[in-house]
C-alpha cells in the first residue's frame, strides 16, 4: 500500500528553482532516508509536503489522496508528524503537557486520553521518568526524543524527520539515532532528511540522494553506499568518507 506519492514536484523561490520536479513514492512501514549535499531542497521537499509551504507544480497524495491544493491543509497535516531540527517545544510547558497538546487541541481528545497518549509515547522514547520536567531542565538529545513523541502521539501515517540530529552534540546524537531505529523496527512509515550516512546505512529500506533539487539516483543502501551508479553519487560519498 502506497502512503506517499510525489509526482514532479516543483518550487521556487524568486528567481531560484529549490525542487526541480522529483518523484517518487513509499509503501506503508517504509522507512527512506535523502541524503544530499546542504542547499539542495531536501528540507523544502518536506515542508511542501507537510504543506508547511506551497509547491508550485506538481502533485502530492497521502494514502491515494491528493493533498496538493487542499483548501484544508490541517486535515492531512493531521496525519503527517514533523519532526524539525530545531526542537519547538513550549517552554512554559512540562514535557508530558508537550505532547498531550496536539492530541487535545487537533484531535479534539479529552485530557485523559490525551495523557494515556502522551505517557505510552513518552515511554517508547524512554523518557516516562522526565514527564514533569521542562524543557529547560533536558538535554538536546531528550528534547528531540521528546519532538518524537510529541509526533508519534497524533499517530500519524507518515513522520518526517528534518535533519534530526543536527542541532545536537555529538555525544547526543546516539540517543535520538536509536529512538528512530527502533521506530523503523516497529514499522512506521518515515522519510528521514539526514547527513548521518553511516545511520541511513542502518535504517533506510531505501536511499535517495538529490542535488541542486533533483533526484541523482535511489536504492537500497548496500547497492547506493557501495556500488553507486551515478558518478556525482560516488563523489558525494567518496567526500563524506575523508570527512570522517
Same mark, same amino acid.
Not at 508537550?98 to 505510552?120: D, H, Q, Y
Given at each position: 500500500?502506497?502512503?506517499?506519492?510525489?509526482?514532479?514536484?516543483?518550487?521556487?523561490?524568486?528567481?531560484?528553482?529549490?525542487?526541480?520536479?522529483?518523484?517518487?513514492?513509499?509503501?506503508?512501514?517504509?522507512?527512506?532516508?535523502?541524503?544530499?549535499?546542504?542547499?539542495?531542497?531536501?528540507?523544502?521537499?518536506?515542508?511542501?509536503?507537510?504543506?508547511?509551504?506551497?509547491?508550485?507544480?506538481?502533485?502530492?497524495?497521502?494514502?491515494?489522496?491528493?493533498?496538493?491544493?487542499?483548501?484544508?491543509?490541517? *486535515?492531512?497535516?493531521?496525519?503527517?508528524?514533523?519532526?524539525?531540527?530545531?526542537?519547538?517545544?513550549?517552554?512554559?510547558?512540562?514535557?508530558?503537557?508537550? *505532547?498531550?497538546?496536539?492530541?487535545?487541541?487537533?484531535?479534539?481528545?479529552?485530557?485523559?486520553?490525551?495523557?494515556?497518549?502522551?505517557?505510552?509515547?513518552?515511554?517508547?522514547?524512554?523518557?516516562?521518568?522526565?514527564?514533569?520536567?521542562?524543557?529547560?531542565?533536558?538535554?538536546?538529545?531528550?528534547?528531540?526524543? *521528546?519532538?518524537?513523541?510529541?509526533?508519534?502521539?497524533?499517530?500519524?501515517?507518515?513522520?518526517?524527520?528534518?535533519?534530526?540530529?543536527?542541532?545536537?552534540?555529538?555525544?547526543?546524537?546516539?540517543?535520538?539515532?536509536?529512538?528512530?531505529?527502533?521506530?523503523?523496527?516497529?514499522?512506521?512509515?518515515?522519510?528521514?532528511?539526514?547527513?548521518?550516512?553511516?545511520?541511513?546505512?542502518?535504517?533506510?529500506?531505501?536511499?535517495?540522494?538529490?542535488?541542486?533539487?533533483?533526484?541523482?539516483?535511489?536504492?537500497?543502501?548496500? *547497492?547506493?553506499?557501495?556500488?553507486?551508479?551515478?558518478?556525482?553519487?560516488?563523489?558525494?560519498?567518496?567526500?563524506?568518507?575523508?570527512?570522517?
Amino acid at each position: 500500500m502506497k502512503v506517499l506519492e510525489i509526482k514532479n514536484l516543483k518550487k521556487r523561490y524568486g528567481e531560484k528553482e529549490i525542487i526541480k520536479g522529483i518523484s517518487f513514492e513509499m509503501e506503508k512501514g517504509e522507512t527512506v532516508v535523502v541524503i544530499g549535499p546542504s542547499g539542495t531542497g531536501k528540507s523544502t521537499m518536506l515542508m511542501c509536503i507537510n504543506r508547511l509551504t506551497e509547491p508550485d507544480a506538481g502533485e502530492i497524495y497521502l494514502n491515494g489522496k491528493q493533498i496538493t491544493g487542499s483548501k484544508h491543509p490541517e *486535515v492531512f497535516r493531521q496525519k503527517i508528524g514533523m519532526v524539525f531540527q530545531e526542537f519547538n517545544l513550549f517552554n512554559h510547558l512540562t514535557v508530558l503537557n508537550n *505532547v498531550m497538546i496536539g492530541p487535545m487541541r487537533v484531535k479534539k481528545f479529552s485530557r485523559e486520553k490525551a495523557e494515556n497518549v502522551a505517557k505510552e509515547n513518552l515511554k517508547r522514547v524512554g523518557l516516562e521518568l522526565q514527564m514533569h520536567a521542562y524543557p529547560a531542565q533536558l538535554s538536546g538529545g531528550q528534547k528531540q526524543r *521528546v519532538g518524537i513523541a510529541r509526533a508519534l502521539a497524533m499517530e500519524p501515517d507518515l513522520i518526517l524527520f528534518d535533519e534530526p540530529t543536527s542541532a545536537l552534540d555529538p555525544e547526543l546524537v546516539g540517543e535520538v539515532l536509536e529512538v528512530i531505529k527502533k521506530l523503523a523496527k516497529e514499522g512506521m512509515t518515515m522519510l528521514i532528511v539526514t547527513h548521518e550516512i553511516g545511520f541511513a546505512k542502518d535504517v533506510a529500506d531505501r536511499i535517495i540522494f538529490m542535488e541542486n533539487g533533483e533526484i541523482i539516483e535511489e536504492g537500497i543502501p548496500s *547497492v547506493m553506499l557501495n556500488s553507486p551508479s551515478q558518478e556525482r553519487t560516488r563523489q558525494f560519498l567518496a567526500k563524506f568518507m575523508e570527512g570522517r
